[in-house]
Structures are given as C-alpha cells and as structure tokens.
C-alpha cells in the first residue's frame, strides 16, 4: 500500500525540491492542489485530512493553521517551519540526536532549522558527552546561500544582482536561538550571527571555542574522537579527521543538492582554541532532505532512500 502525501507549501523553495526528491517513488502517492486552490483553507484542509503523511513547507503562521485544519484527524505531520520545534507534543526531527525510534512512533515531527543543524550536530553529542559545558555562552557564526530565505530572498539577491553578502539577525533576537538552546540543553542562547553569500545554497556554521578558557572543556582531540564515535554509523553525517582537514572551505556559487553534512573540527598549535565547524546544504539536510529522512523513519523505510548523498548529485 502507497502512503499518501501532502506538501502544503509544495510551490516554495523547501516544498518543491522535497516534491522534486519525491517524484517516482513508489511507496508515495502526492495529493496536489492547483495553483487556484494551494492557498485555500477548505481543499488544504481536505488534503491534509486525506493525507497519512502532511509535510509543511509554510511560513510559520500557515504551518500553525495547517495543523489546526488537520486537528482531529490520524495524519502524521512533518513541519519544515519554525512553529513547532520547541512547542509541547512535537518529536524534535533530528534522527542522529533525537532517536530514530521517537520519530518513527510519532505523530507531530518538527524539522530542525538549517543553521541548528549544523550547530546541534557539533555540540549536542559533545555536551552530551560532558566535553564540552552546558553553562558557556557559545558563539556561533554562519554564512548560507540565499535559497535560505525562500522566494523572497532569492528574489532579492537576483534582482539586486550586485548583493555580495549580507549580515542579519543584528538584534540578536534570530528565531533559531530557542531551538539550539533547548535541544543542547545550554544554560544561555548562544550568540549567534548569521549572514548570506551570493550563493544559491549551501551554509557553514562555524563555533569557535576558546577552549582554554572553558572550565569543563577538553581538547580538540577528544572533541573529534567524540563525534567520530558518535556519527560512525551514519551515511549523512562524516567527521573529517585531523589527519584529512581541508585548508580552506568552500561554498560554490553552482552548488548541487547534497543532503549530507561534513562536520570539522580545528584548533590552534598550542591547544588554547578551536573552531567546530559544520558545512552543509540549507535546502539538503537543511530542510528538504532532512524532511525526506524523518519521512522515511516514519514511514519505516530505510532513512536514506532517495537522499543526495555524493556532492555531484543532482
Ligand atoms: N529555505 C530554506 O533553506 C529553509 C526553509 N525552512 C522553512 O520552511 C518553510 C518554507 O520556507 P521556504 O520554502 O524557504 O519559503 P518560500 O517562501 O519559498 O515558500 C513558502 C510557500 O508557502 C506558500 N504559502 C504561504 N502562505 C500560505 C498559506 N496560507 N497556505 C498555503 N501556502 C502558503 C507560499 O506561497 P506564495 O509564494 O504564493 O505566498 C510559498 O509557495 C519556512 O517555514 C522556512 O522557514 C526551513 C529550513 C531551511
Ligand atoms: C538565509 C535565511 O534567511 N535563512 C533563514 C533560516 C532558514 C531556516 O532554517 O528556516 P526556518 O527555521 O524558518 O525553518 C533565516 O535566517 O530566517
């Protein structure tokens, strides 16, 4: 039997290339509405009811109506949005930290955002571990391709085609502080300034760590050998080693698809400092793939199916 699927949001950035992953699948059916009809309560609400897997590909206000319009119903949803990542009753979507098991029995899964991704990933298995404290005000810095911001950035940096880079979040308020704090389980929100290259996709968050500084810390060796072990098995996440680091890091204007993500860490000669740094693709584990991989825990598939795995991928 096929399940059924419903992308609200299918013509967005996230929706579609989850849709564009989707197509010739066989275990899934789409339910698609018409350009008339994709931003209309009644046929949405229909098609999230007869769905048995809804993904959301809205703005967070949308994403919180869509799960109103489905209330009441057994269809298990996906939530690319922001709305839900901290809220009561979601199962956090990031399998290698949260558990295969939670998302695959749950009803309610919330997608983590792009840049939590990448600094979860880092921190969360070494204050896990306890290498690393819970009670540090951890900074993060992050660059990420303009598809990032969905239609109305891409818009921007195309038609201002002389936009080179972008600082934001300059209020300190960004909406992806609560998740990072919550599911690392840190005694402060990191400080955390993200910004935008003019590249389509692609994103480097970057955590530097003075690490002799930080009571509770250990060394850039340990720090590596924790996330070696903790990822090991894992086909998305690699943990470059010491021996194997890249002098420089890259994004590419022309990037392809890619749902991995390349975790690195750096340090100085003398130990005192390092730099935790996590490459990916915003729109691949980001958001797109990410929403691929808990669908097909939940759907009991093998979690890589139909995931871009090599960066020459599509
Ligand atoms: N882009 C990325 O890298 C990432 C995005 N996300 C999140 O995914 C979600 C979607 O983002 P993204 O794809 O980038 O955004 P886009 O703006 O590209 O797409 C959003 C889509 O939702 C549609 N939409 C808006 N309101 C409604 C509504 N009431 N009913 C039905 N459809 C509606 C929009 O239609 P229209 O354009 O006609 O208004 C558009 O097609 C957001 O919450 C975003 O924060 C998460 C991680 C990474
Ligand atoms: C470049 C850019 O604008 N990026 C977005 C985050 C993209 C993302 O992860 O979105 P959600 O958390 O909303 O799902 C931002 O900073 O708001």
């Given at each position: 039997m096929t399940t059924r699927?419903?992308?609200?949001?299918?013509?967005g950035t996230t929706g579609l290339?989850?849709?564009?992953?989707?197509?010739?699948r066989n275990e899934f059916d789409l339910i698609v509405l018409d350009d008339a009809q994709r931003?209309?309560?009644?046929?949405?609400?229909?098609a999230l009811v007869d769905a048995d897997v809804a993904i959301l590909c809205l703005p967070d206000d949308a994403a919180r109506e869509a799960v109103a319009l489905a209330s009441g119903s057994d269809t298990r949803i996906i939530d690319a949005s922001s709305a839900h990542r901290v809220a009561e009753g979601w199962t956090y979507g990031f399998p290698e930290l949260t558990g295969r098991d939670a998302i695959a029995s749950a009803q309610y899964v919330a997608n983590p955002g792009c840049y939590p991704t990448g600094f979860l990933a880092l921190?969360?298995?070494l204050v896990k571990a306890g290498l690393l404290p819970l009670d540090w005000p951890y900074t993060v810095n992050a660059v990420s391709g303009y598809s990032g911001g969905g239609n109305a950035l891409i818009d921007r940096f195309c038609d201002e085609g002389d936009i080179a880079y972008r600082a934001y979040g300059l209020g300190l308020g960004h909406k992806h502080l609560a998740e990072m704090q919550h599911v690392a389980g840190l005694a402060y929100p990191p400080?955390?300034?993200?910004?935008?290259?003019?590249?389509?996709r692609g994103m480097v968050v970057d955590v530097p760590l003075p690490l002799s500084a930080m009571t509770g810390a250990t060394s850039a060796a340990f720090l590596e050998g924790e996330l070696t072990g903790f990822y090991e098995e894992s086909e998305i996440v690699t943990v470059r080693s010491a021996a194997d680091l890249p002098n420089e890091l890259l994004l590419r204007e022309g990037a392809k698809a890619w749902d991995g993500i390349d975790l690195f860490v750096y340090d100085s000669q003398d130990g005192a400092q390092a730099r935790l740094v996590a490459v990916l693709d915003n729109l691949g584990k980001g958001a797109s793939g990410a929403a691929i991989q808990n669908l097909n825990i939940m759907c009991g598939l093998p979690e890589t199916t139909g995931l871009a795995l090599s960066h020459a991928e599509a």
């Open positions: 699927i419903f992308i609200d949001g299918a013509a290339e989850i849709r564009d992953r989707l197509r010739g931003k209309q309560a009644e046929p949405r609400k229909q921190v969360g298995p400080v955390f300034s993200p910004s935008v290259v003019h590249a389509h």
